[in-house]
């Protein structure tokens, strides 16, 4: 336990922890692999020993100008000595040497993302005392061609290219028709190649000294953390936050030793279905890097289970204690050498959204969790990807079959083939969907795989790197399409004697594996019964209520089936694309007669109504909230000159009428322009026959024997006077059409200006509800536009300046201060008024969070977006009512919070941030 006595030595700084010293608790201090590792070397799994430098270290490396510090290397080579008296081996040793595995690790897993390095310390002389310990001497050259090669690269920056090339020129000398019929002597000539090739292209030679290599391994994977393909993944993830990775040095085991060794990945569940079954794929005589780096395709899992009975049921047994240690699906990592299983790596798999959702109800229903365990731990930002599009089953027969592979997604995906990755971004600024067709799913960047719709390789299984990847993406993919052959040249392909050129449309199904032909139509997957019991549980726990953005009927029906409890958020201007209506606001807004313009008004009443009443109806007794037109009207005349003229001739009025008032009605900003609140005000007969219309829908209603909830959100207030006016307009119209006696309705407001957010307390005694439109308000606080922030909100993110795009996640600091004002000084105001927040923040897990913290009472996102809402609002009251445990110290008071979710509760003893400060 943690008390006064011990403090001291939990604020001790440590960067290195051996495996028996660690645990699973140690998470931020040891990264993911890293306290996975030590936790199951605690519980006797056969975990090949090693140690793992912590995340504060490579901090400290950054903040020391990526320099590493004395006492570091001197910790180094104290565990190292440790290690090697252990095990009575010598890193690099002469006679049977000690090597070593290199890899990074974060707090948050970044699967592939950070390359490792295996087989450190081997160099001209212990390369001969591992073939003499191992009886193998093409095995141990073999391994250290490998090793320089990949240290190379990464270490060295010699391009792969040159290693190929020499491979290549090796089979031409010595006439070799397969690089699998090379020699031992083979091998050592072209380790001699290599070494030469190094020299003169690094312009130094390969390190030989087995603790260099070390050194320099651990600086590799430490400049990683900051390289672009880290950088990237993390900000697309949002774990800009994470500080550093942790380094796991651990002892080399080796699958590839001879026909009774092997390597491979299972998870403990169905990663596709979530149904419970081990699945995964293995090879024999392999080593590990060639399953994850997709270059090969591995068997089935279910192959070992005929092939090696001993092995496959010991793995089993593994799992099955795993999944119940750490209390969700386990993602693992063995190699077999010689006959003897070793455990590598497990963790918390990467699961599709639909095998989450059945995996996380099953483990209830199992005992390994209650239902808040289920609940904390669950990817609330996963479910994105649950309701998914798949091919319609039953017009699939129509197009014709070009071939199959293995299914590696639940998803489907229609798009343009493309074979050179070089060219996604410029297809994608053209607005098509692209099918990726390769021969590896390794040859990808990480920002490559977010574009694409779709994926078909030749080679690579499903336990890849990648594919495990595109699964969290939500992305399509085959996999290991054996009878699909690439002709970079021709920028085509062939199946099965079928071609598929660039630019062909295609459609691919990943749950089963077939490509067709064109585009097939898709159909929307269908909620589970899982799914339902856990937004169940959702719902139980929640407090903040959760409703739609919606506008249409079709958008309504989808949030309403996925649980929202009203329309939050109904952007009337959306109704007005049908030409006829189109036709009526045009002329209306042509017109400089205002009596001319209630007329046409008054014709578009009873559309209006209608679009309203569908709505009502769909939410029979849940409130609808309706804003009124925020738009300015220069938008609905057509900027261009064919359109103008078009709608000259429908109109029966001069060209030159539309083109003068478009001109008039122009601004230099639109979005503080003549818009919301402020058109409503100066044209309030466009107030008037909205909520004429809606007062009459809800009235039709209750004939029909409906319960409508209508209520009317005023956009862009900065003032209770022009709130107050427009209050009055509605009101009005509610006594002209005899609503106020009969309906129960209600006014509100969107605070999205930072005016009306630091008067909150006036406003809200006006007010029956106030939302937060916190895309507005993001624009107006940051004083940049989200449409033109793309162009450097990335670098802002990378560089600190955010730590997220606040337009994906409330700024806190700036935003979120503004919304904590305006909450306070309406609670003071008039304690019991509705607060909202509004738009994409709303399913955002971390805004959610913030937002139960500071008092919102509902959310209103995207239709597609409710289920994500729901479980996050679910974790953040789970959070919110976690116990609090204080700690007193001579000199410090540190909180932190009691939490069940897996290896997150109880405290990190590791290093300085040891205690979760609430």
Known sequence: GINAENMGFLLMQRFFYLFKEGSALF?????????????????????????????????????????????????????????????????????????????????????????????VGLNSKSVIGLAKATGNEFFAWNLYRKFIEEYAVGAMNVSKEEFNKLQTQLMLDFSLKTRSSATTEHIKT??????????????????????????????VLFNAWEGKQASTY??????????????????????????????????????????????????????????????????SIDNLKIENPTIYNQLFKIQEKLEKHFRGVQDIQFTIENGKLYLLYSKNAKVGAAAEVKTAVDLVKEGVNTEIDALKNFDAANLNYLHHTTVDPETKAQYKL???????????ASGQALFDPSKIQEWNEKGKKIILISKMNSDHGYSSLTIPDGFITMRGGVTADTSILLRDLGKASILSCENLVISDELKSCTIDNRVINEGDTITINGMTGEIFEGAVPMVESEASSEYDQLISWADSHKKMAVLVNADI????????????????????EHMFNDPIKMKHMCKAILTENIEERKRELEELVHYHKEDFKALLKIMNGLPCIIRILDPPLNSFIPADAPSQEKLAVELKIPVEKIRAQHKKLAEYNPMLGL??????????????????????????????GFHPLPCFECPMISSVKEFSLLKEVIHSMALETGAAEKIRYKVGLLL???????????????????????????????????????????????????????????????????????????RKAKKHTRMGASGTHASDPTSVMFCQEIGIDELSCPPRKVPVAKIAAAQAALKHKSQRITLHTKSTCLLYTSDAADEQRGVDLGGRRIIKKT
């Open 553 to 572: 009927p079709s958008e309504v029906l989808i949030g309403k089936k996925y649980g929202a409890e009203g329309i939050g958020l109904c952007k009337t």
């Open 27 to 119: 998470r931020n201090t040891l990264g993911l692999k890293g306290s996975r590792l030590c936790e199951m070397f605690r519980m006797g799994l056969p975990v090949p020993p090693g140690f793992v430098i912590t995340t504060e270290a490579c901090e400290m490396y950054y903040k020391n100008n990526r320099r590493a510090q004395t006492e570091l290397q001197e910790q180094v080579h104290d565990k190292l000595g440790i290690l090697e008296k252990g095990l009575n081996q010598k890193l690099g040793g002469d006679l049977d040497p000690l090597l070593l595995s290199v890899r990074a690790g974060a707090e948050m897993s970044m699967p592939g993302i950070i390359r490792s390095i295996c087989n």
């Open 234 to 299: 993390r900000r697309l993830k949002d774990l800009t936050h994470l500080k550093g990775c942790g380094i796991t040095v651990q002892k080399m085991v080796f699958g590839n030793l001879n026909s009774s060794s092997g390597t491979g990945r299972v998870f403990s569940r169905n990663p596709l279905t979530g149904d419970k079954e081990l699945y995964g794929e293995y090879l024999m005589n392999s080593q590990g890097e060639e399953i994850s780096n997709g270059r090969l395709t591995p068997l």
């Open 752 to 826: 999205e200006i930072p005016r009306a957010a630091l008067t909150a307390d006036e406003l809200s005694k006006e007010a029956d509800f106030m939302h937060f439109g916190s895309n507005d308000l993001t624009q107006l606080t940051c004083g940049f536009s989200k449409e033109d922030s793309d162009k450097f909100i990335g670098k802002y993110v990378d560089l600190g300046v955010y730590w997220k795009n606040p337009f994906a996640a409330i700024d806190m600091k700036g935003v979120g201060e503004l919304m904590k004002i305006a909450i306070a000084k309406t």
């Open 675 to 704: 818009r919301g609140s402020r058109l409503a005000v100066m044209y309030p007969e466009i107030v008037e026959f909205q909520a004429k219309s809606l007062f009459i829908a809800a009235l039709e209603c209750i004939e029909e």
């Open 190 to 219: 072209l380790v001699d190649r290599y070494l030469d090739r190094i020299n003169k292209t690094a312009g130094r030679q390969f390190p030989q000294h087995p603790q260099d290599q070390l050194w320099e391994s651990i600086n």
């Open 402 to 412: 070009i071939g199959k592979g293995v299914p590696g997604s639940i998803s489907s």
